[in-house]
């Protein structure tokens, strides 16, 4: 069965970088669909960054030039990183890994604050 285990908390302050990590055991990583999906209070969840199985991504148009999804297939490991972070921005971040059914990770949550 599929595992995700994601980097801790995190906090940065405006125009700041980080990099979020998900990683994987009982499954390899290749065979899914990863997404990313930040859930702030009150906010609906909503993918941000996907990393398909045939090697393309795709992210919304708030991020799409700030934040970048790689995939480390030696490591089983998906990374999240964002640059340019806004305070709205804030939230927990949940890996997805998709392929008949979702499997979660239990999030990690980042923090954009002066």
């Known amino acids: 069965q599929l595992q995700l285990v994601q980097s801790a908390a995190a906090s940065v302050h405006p125009g700041g970088s980080l990099r979020l990590s998900c990683a994987a055991s009982?499954?390899?990583?290749?065979?899914?669909?990863i997404s990313w999906y930040p859930h702030a209070p009150g906010r609906e969840r909503v993918s941000v960054a996907r990393s398909n199985t045939g090697g393309t991504t795709y992210y919304t148009v708030s991020v799409k030039v700030r934040f970048t999804i790689t995939r480390d297939h030696a490591k089983n490991t998906v990374y999240l990183q964002m640059n340019s972070l806004k305070a709205e921005d804030t939230a927990v971040y949940y890996c997805?890994?998709?392929?008949?059914?979702?499997?979660w990770g239990k999030g990690t949550l980042v923090t954009v604050s002066s």
């Open positions: 997805n890994a998709r392929r008949i059914t979702d499997n």
């Open positions: 009982g499954c390899f990583f290749s065979m899914f669909a």
